[in-house]
Structure formats: structure tokens, C-alpha cells
């Protein structure tokens, strides 16, 4: 799980990091105790929900995260930071606490996907990191998920390194969307760095460096005979392509093969090579199809009959293409006074979207036992204890005046103990892991919120005691 080339990213933060770093060690607040909340706002798409992902990758830059002397002959030659700062950061290690919820969970907004208590100097300074982290990679799960649940079964390929944002985008977009679904991706680093199942065949050059397309793969079911898939469009599909294919695979013995189409009417083409694939009594031959696809074409074309038992999907997938960004906001909650007492603090906004909730936090999943189902997320202050033996009233966050009554139920705690007084606790699960855990939460969510168009609206409350709390703060300009 470990990369294999480690890179420097302490100095991979916005510079206010430093600078409000600096203010407070020369204004005697270095080690004041901080909780900050990392919550989004709003789901890709339109969506029911999020999956959480990036959390390996945070506790990697947490473990890591140390100052070089070319680090710190940097900051000084800003002119800016004091020594007595340089000096701090030369020794500057991680010794907070954060909770988060595990990867592969499906997420809603404004409730707290990781929360960092620390001393405000390292609190404030992680922002960046962690952000870029859970953002990018909670946006990409997020959309393969989709494309998956558009599969209705069908395997689906990450192809989208080459259009990636970059090396980490393809590597890390590869790892997120085996996170949500995907069977494996054509990032061949993604395997030996993260365990994702790489694969894949031929391009179109393959075809064209032979002077005959039958050649080009009579050669290639020679060289890969098992379980070949031969790219049958580069001349044409039907009169071209998929004989030649039939006439190897035959030539070579192999039923277990498959052909891919990468253009064209995937509908009409595919159903055309699917008979013809049958009347040669291949009928163990697969088809792929790539191109360009998204959830709602592969939605599409499986509604009007194409006969595709596996996707490739490239760069509209790892770029998330349709929303290109996950609005993740790191902000602050509550600080400890020298009694180790929390005090909680809000953000006041006149846009009402943007007001924090208040407070050291936890979160619960409640489950409906006789269904199974989760319905609901309840942020708490973090001493209150939930008794499943009595009722609880619940509200629609959008329309206050609706509301469910539980009474046969129970809660998961979401925010798991990842790093205590700086040393991680958690047991990190491999990617494997993380993949077969998202799929069995996403089994807890009901159809409705998993709808592509108009999904139901999942409740996410707020406790009574926190709700009073956060209007009580508000009536009161920001102060408890």
C-alpha cells in the first residue's frame, strides 16, 4: 500500500497556512487546541450521495510530514516568518487526534466526513492537503459509482489515465474508482502501487502497423491466446472487423475471447456483432464498448437492446467530466480553553448555505432494523448518547416541518479514531477491502436515494441539543 516514490508534499499548502502558522506562534497561541470539520456542501450531479474517499493518502502525509532545510531555507528567504517560527517548524511533527469515516462510505452533506483536533499551528496547517485529498477522490468515487450502478452488473474499466489531471490524478482517480466499483483499470501503476486490477489489449496502431487487419490479429491471438479481445473498428465494425476476429479466433481454437468497439452506434453495432458472433458459435465471445461514455449513455444504450457485457470508461469517468469539482470546506468548530473546556464556534454567513455547525461533533447512521435501510444521519455534540429504546423525532434538513418518528432501530458511529495524540490507531484496510465494504454500504441505501434524476432528499439532522446550540449562537452573532 506504501508508494513506492516518496514525494515531498510538506510545502503543498496555500501560503495563509504559514502565515496564520507564524501569527500564532508570535501571538501565544501555538498550542491552542483547535477542532476543525472537512464537510461538502453539495453532491455532484444531483445526486442522492457521495463516497468518501482519500483517507489512505491523508494518513500517508500525516506520517510523513516533516520540514526540510531546503524547506526552511525557502520560508526564509520569503522575508516574511520569524526564526522563532522556522525554528518551531524544524522540529514540527503531528501530535493531534482526527477522526474520519472510513473510505468507501456513502456521504451527505454538511456532516463531518473527518474532524482534526490539534494544537491550531498544525490544525490550520493540514488544510490544504487534506482537502485536495478527500476532494479529488471522494468527486471521482462519487461519479464511478454511478457508472457502475449504470452497468446493472456489467464490469466496468477505468481507460482514463491519458486525459487525467495529471500523474496523481490517474493514479489516484484509478485507486477511487476501484474504490466505488470499477473491476480494475488500464493504469498499470495503479496495481503496483495500490492493488488495482490492470489490464488491457490493443489500440488502433496495433491494427495499422500490419498491412492486414486479419493479420494484426491473427498475430495477436498467437502472441495472448488466452482470453484475447481483439479492437475491431479501426476499418469498419461489420464488413471488416468482426469478421476478421471470428476468422482468429477460430484459426487459434479460442471460444473464450472478446471483441471491443470504440465508435460508432454501440446499439446497432453491437446487436449486429452479436448475431454474428453467435452464428459462428462463438457465443462465449464478450463485447466491450468504450467511447466517450458516461453513466447516462451506458444507461442509454443498454435501454434500447446493445448487446455489451463490459465498459471502458475514460476521461469523462476519471475527470469527472460532468461536475468537475467536490466542494469540500475544512472549517473550525470549537477550541479548548486552558481548563480543557470546548468552546464551540460558528461561521455566520448571509448566505444561509454557508453557516458551520458548531461544536465537537459526532455522526450517526441510523438503521431501520426490520428493512435494514439506513434513513437518516444525526449530528450530535459529541457527550450525548443516543438510547435506541426510546423514540426519536427526525427533520428533513430542506423542510423543517417534515419528520419521522423511529422507534425500531439502531446507530452506527461514522467517525472512526484514525491518529491519537499523533500516532495512527486505525487498521488501514487494502484497496480490496475498502471496495468490498463500499459496495456492502451501498447496499444499505434505498433505491430512491440512489436514483440518477430527482433522488429522494436523505435526512440529515442535527440532535435537539445541537440544533438549540446553533440558534442560540446565531441569535447571539456567533458567541455561545
Known sequence: MNNIIRENHTLLCDFYELTMGNGYLL????????????????????????????LEQVIEYIE????????????????????????????????????????????FPNEPMMTVRAPAIQAQFIETFVLLTLNHQSLIATKASRIVRAADGRPVSEFGSRRAQGAHGAILGARASYIAGCTG??????????????????A???????????VAFDRYCALYPNNPTLLVDT?????????????????????????????????????????????AGLTECKIVASNSLDEYIIRDVLL???CVDAFGVG????????????????????????????????KISENPTKITNPHFKKVYRLIENHTGKAIADL??????????AWPLTIFDPDYTWKRKTLTDYSIVELLKPIFIKGKCVYRRPSTREIRDYCAAQLDLQWDEVKRFENPHNYYVDLSQKLWDLKHDMLRGGGHA
Not at 528567504?77 to 520569524?82: A, I, L, N, Q, R
Not at 465494425?237 to 471491443?260: E, Q, W, Y
Not at 449530528?379 to 435506541?388: F, G, P, S
Open 27 to 54: 501571538s501565544g497561541m501555538a498550542d491552542q487546541i483547535s477542532y476543525f470539520d472537512v464537510f461538502f456542501r453539495t453532491i455532484p450531479n444531483n445526486a442522492g450521495f457521495a463516497i468518501a474517499a482519500g
Open 185 to 202: 483499470s488500464a493504469c498499470t501503476i495503479a496495481e503496483q502501487l495500490h492493488g488495482v486490477p490492470a489490464g488491457g489489449t490493443m
Open 64 to 107: 510523513n510530514l516533516r520540514f526540510s532545510e531546503e524547506d526552511l531555507e525557502f520560508l526564509r528567504s520569503k522575508g516574511v516568518f520569524d526564526e522563532k517560527f522556522l525554528a518551531y517548524l524544524r522540529d514540527f511533527r503531528f501530535t493531534g487526534d482526527i477522526w474520519a469515516i472510513p473510505e468507501g462510505t456513502p456521504i
Open 304 to 306: 434500447q437492446g446493445a
Open 235 to 279: 476499418y469498419n465494425v461489420l464488413t471488416s472487423g468482426v469478421p476478421n476476429a471470428i476468422r482468429a479466433f477460430k484459426t487459434h481454437d479460442i471460444t473464450h475471447c472478446a471483441i471491443r468497439l470504440d465508435s460508432g452506434d454501440l446499439t446497432y453495432l453491437s446487436r449486429k456483432a452479436r448475431k454474428m458472433l453467435d452464428d
Open 315 to 346: 476521461e469523462r469517468l476519471v475527470t469527472s467530466k460532468s461536475h468537475p469539482v467536490f466542494d469540500g470546506v475544512y472549517k473550525l468548530a470549537a477550541i479548548e480553553n486552558e481548563k480543557g473546556k470546548i468552546i464551540p464556534k460558528i
Open 379 to 388: 449530528l450530535c455534540i459529541h457527550d450525548e448518547v443516543i438510547d435506541t
Open 204 to 214: 488502433h496502431s496495433w491494427v495499422q502497423m500490419f498491412d492486414d487487419e486479419y
